[in-house]
């Protein structure tokens, strides 16, 4: 409970509410923008927003927050014993809250009939769209965990960019037939406002998978690191080399 006493705590709490403010804000309205095109263009254009959008606020909000900006990464970084319960429950507040508001604000700044409001596809069942959405989480959440493991020494480049490229990539794979609910909080904000919670179900799978995805992270990185003792020769493979095959 010390934490609650901390300034660092409260204004990490606060760049989770700002940074889904306007993460939401500028993501749908990028994808209500131009609501008569129906043509492949628009899911490119919504998919880069997106990914755009997470690259941005990681890079200007990482070093508060850790920018997780996603309730499912939030979880993830729980399981991996990376945040505190009390952080995390926290984060999932200011998160949710802070879709919400964006949603608002896009309600009054917009025509209101959309809010990018995500809904299954007809050419698919409810069922279908849980797999895909949790495919397309799996390789989200499983981006930010890899990318942000401190024991790895072999990542390069920019960890924000590879998050945003994530999220773009299960937008590009998901937003056909599920509208992409990788993001509870973005799926909650426009349900919220709109009062429309149909198939909302769905979404709520993502709490579970960052947890199945943490403990077959660990396993894999386990089996890895037993290798690696045994392996002798010329060539020592590192910890490294063996993560790469993941």
Known sequence: MK???SKAFWRAVLAELVGMTLFIFLSIT???GNSNNDKPDQEVKVALAFG???ATLAQSLGHISGAHLNPAVT???LASCQISLLKAVMYIVAQMFGAALASGIVYGVTDGKALGLNSISNSISPGQGVGIELFATFQLV???IATTDKKRRDVTGSAPLAIGLSVCLGHLTAISFTGCGINPARSFGPAVVLQDFTN???KLHLSFSPLKINTLYKKKKK???ILNVKHSGPYQKTESDHIELL
Request: glycine share 4%; net charge positive; hydrophobic share 60%.
């Open 75 to 77: 979880l993830g970084l």
């Open 3 to 5: 934490e609650l006493k």
């Open 30 to 32: 990028a994808a209500v």
């Open 142 to 144: 499983l981006c930010v």
């Open 52 to 54: 755009l959008s997470i």
């Open 223 to 225: 089996k890895m690191n």
């Open 200 to 202: 909302h179900w769905v």
